[in-house]
């Protein structure tokens, strides 16, 4: 068989692709979320959940889950709540807390 052969057969339709998501603005998805312009950037920044044009920044549906995801507050212990709540542990917290452990640690004068 022909490697063109080969080829054609390894080649995905238009149709099984996977169709793109709605793609915001940077001012759109922050009205969504209902934070500034400069936090979503932020966010968008610091998490890698945004697509970057130029000096525009834009964001998928997908890129605004994960962005809600990762600012989801830890549980507290309170009445009605149980104190140790294993929770699934974002990538981005994660990272933090992983950064934290890792920071040289200053030194004290004497």
């Not at 500034?36 to 890129?63: A, H, N, P, Q, V």
Request: aromatic share 6%; proline share 4%.
């Amino acid at each position: 068989m022909p490697a063109a052969t080969v080829f054609r057969y390894l080649e995905v339709p238009m149709s099984l692709t996977i169709p793109l998501d709605a793609i915001y603005t940077t001012d759109e998805a922050a009205a969504r979320l209902r934070v500034s312009r400069r936090t979503m950037i932020k966010l968008g920044r610091d998490l890698g959940s945004c697509s970057m044009m130029g000096r525009e920044y834009f964001f998928s549906e997908r890129d605004l889950l994960d962005i809600w995801q990762a600012q989801r507050a830890m549980p507290t212990s309170s009445q009605g709540r149980a104190v140790n709540v294993k929770g699934i542990l974002s990538d981005v917290r994660l990272q933090h807390s992983l950064q934290r452990l890792t920071r040289k640690k200053k030194r004290l004068r004497q």
